[in-house]
């Protein structure tokens, strides 16, 4: 890429997954911070079916973490945010039953993700959803009620580790008007 990058495409670019983190809390105006960016990503037809669990607690964190089997990154980890979906309101509501409540709340999570990097925090996008057995395993650790699911967790601190941004663009997947 050419020519210099706004601060917003920097973020983007720069923005990795992080799996390490420094033992410091978030501060709670910044976790206020990634709450208000979760809330303003864009939804199908503006319907804002997520809801956001704050996950602070070191022992709930841990057990995450063994339930997930990938206990390191959950033990390390101050923070974590999960972006969970009444589904079950959602299709009654909407009649939809296509995933679309999937990408509505990736829209959130990545909003999380770009608003953890612009606040000097690194993150990591843990895929809950239709992970088999984790979201079993996982859903009575959140105590989420029936119908509703758990799409993702963001894992935000302070990273241990800096991975250089994203570069350029990967001709071999880049298409013009067709494959």
Not at 13 to 27: A, D, I, Y
Not at 33 to 57: E, G, Q, Y
Not at 78 to 94: G, I, M, Q, S
Not at 165 to 178: K, S, T, V, W
């Amino acid at each position: 890429m050419t020519g210099s990058l706004n601060e917003t495409i920097g973020l983007i670019l720069g923005r990795r997954s992080v799996r390490s983190f420094h033992p410091h809390p978030v501060e709670p105006d910044k976790v206020e911070t990634l709450l208000a960016c979760a809330f303003a990503a864009p939804s199908s037809k503006d319907r804002r079916p997520c809801h956001f669990i704050v996950i602070d607690d070191r022992s709930l964190l841990d057990d995450l973490g063994k339930a997930y089997g990938q206990a390191k990154m959950f033990r390390e980890a101050p923070l974590a945010l999960a972006v969970c979906v009444d589904v079950k309101a959602y299709r009654t509501a909407y009649n939809l039953h296509d995933g679309t409540w999937m990408e509505d709340g990736a829209a959130a999570m990545e909003n999380i993700l770009i608003a953890a990097r612009a606040l000097g925090l690194e993150g990591v996008w843990v895929k809950v959803a239709d992970r088999h057995p984790r979201e079993g395993e996982m859903t009575p650790l959140l105590r989420l009620p029936e119908g509703v699911r758990c799409l993702s967790l963001a894992l935000v601190g302070y990273g241990r580790e800096v991975p250089p941004p994203h570069e350029g663009l990967d001709g071999a997947r880049l298409h013009h008007n067709g494959w």
